[in-house]
């Protein structure tokens, strides 16, 4: 039978999902922890700031000022979480376990640790980095909007000016 992420394991995973999708977007092998946390709904950016502590006490992430990245132990975390995902995917554990040994130490610190408990459903987590893309965009389209709308009254006042002073 294929293993699965615990909820603490796929909490951890949807946080290092964050991180490596800034990341690639930057081309960067880091990423602003700020920006990415003030990218969090504010509903949710307790546990997530509180999810990253966990991470870099852990050895997971490391930080670099306001930057945060991945050491050895957190991409071979990101290694291990795919191949649980593909050996899921694929319905069989024909995964070498000695191929992750490495992971084992982090993974004990994970199931240990209580801030890396989601504090809601898994499955809502799990969408966290997709809705924070829809909320980009959304972000983004709006701030759009708004130097539309912006222009558009500086038109319009403008031609009231304009028939105003003829």
Known sequence: MP???TDREAFASVLTTLILERCMASRSTETSRIELQ???????????RRGLDAL???GALAMSGDDIGFTHEGSA???YVASVERASDDHNDSDDPDAHAAVVPLLTLIAQDARLAPPKRIED???LPGRLEGYRATKQSGLLNRWTLLLAIVVV???VVYTQLR
């Open 56 to 58: 870099v006490e852990h």
């Open 157 to 159: 006042l403008g031609v």
């Open 38 to 48: 003030e990218s969090v709904p504010g509903n949710e950016r307790s546990y997530v």
């Open 125 to 127: 987590i799990q969408t």
């Open 3 to 5: 293993r699965s992420l």
């Open 77 to 79: 975390f990101l290694a």
